[in-house]
Nanobody, 121 residues
Framework: QVQLVESGGGLVQAGGSLRLSCVAS????????MGWYRQAPGKQRELVTT???????NYADSVKGRFTISRDNAKDTVYLQMNSLKPEDTAVYYC???????????????WGQGTQVTVSL
């Protein structure tokens, strides 16, 4: 099993910044993609951004130019730097990791418990 621990959420004014972190631990042979998703009240969970093991990134149009994802492979950690935050960024942010426990095991998806990000006017 893999455990994900997120941190860094909180309350910030519009235009401010926050940095989220997510550390993966447990039985990990290798990690392919890591990413962040979010879910606002009354809405479905949506993709925010992902990063591959090689560093290729993908962003939702709504966060391009404002959010930056990065990862530290040695620490099995993924980060999300969020700048120029808007009230519509308010949501619970979830970390996602796709990993396998051995060379011959399938990749499986794991999720963090979520961290609240609230952006006020």
């Amino acid at each position: 099993q893999v455990q994900l621990v997120e941190s860094g959420g909180g309350l910030v004014q519009a235009g401010g910044s926050l940095r989220l972190s997510c550390v993966a631990s447990g039985v990990i042979f290798s990690i392919s993609s890591m990413g962040w998703y979010r879910q606002a009240p009354g809405k479905q969970r949506e993709l925010v951004t992902t990063i591959t093991s090689g560093g290729a990134t993908n962003y939702a149009d709504s966060v391009k130019g404002r959010f930056t994802i990065s990862r530290d492979n040695a620490k099995d950690t993924v980060y999300l730097q969020m700048n120029s935050l808007k009230p519509e960024d308010t949501a619970v942010y979830y970390c996602n990791v796709r990993s396998r426990k051995s060379l011959f095991s399938p990749f499986l998806d794991y999720w963090g418990q979520g961290t609240q990000v609230t952006v006020s006017l």
